[in-house]
């Protein structure tokens, strides 16, 4: 079993910056991928950023350019920064980690971008 938890998230200005950090517990791989979602109100969730185990990255094309994933297997961490925020960025942000028969996710944190 595998618990993730969400922080980092809140309220900031359009232009501002957050740092969302997502701590894994349980039985956990060096082989896991771990992702960033969001889900704004009426909408689908969608991947924002996403992490392998080797530290390949992809992003939305919504958000290239303004966020980063990294990751630290040590402290069994992912992490996305977020830079020129827009009210558009507004959404739950979820942790999730991938296996190839399962996944898991965070409970998620609120972002909030006003104009």
């Known amino acids: 079993q595998v618990q993730l938890v969400e922080s980092g998230g809140g309220l900031v200005q359009a232009g501002g910056s957050l740092r969302l950090s997502c701590a894994a517990s349980g039985m956990l791989f060096s082989s896991d991928a771990m992702g960033w979602y969001r889900q704004a109100p009426g909408k689908q969730r969608e991947l924002v950023a996403a992490?392998?185990?080797?530290?390949?990255?992809n992003y939305a094309d919504s958000v290239k350019g303004r966020f980063t994933i990294s990751r630290d297997n040590a402290k069994n961490s992912v992490y996305l920064q977020m830079n020129s925020l827009k009210p558009e960025d507004t959404a739950v942000y979820y942790c999730r980690l991938a296996r190839m028969y399962s996944e898991y996710w965070g409970q998620g944190t609120q972002v909030t971008v006003s104009s």
């Open positions: 992490i392998s185990s080797g530290g390949s990255t």
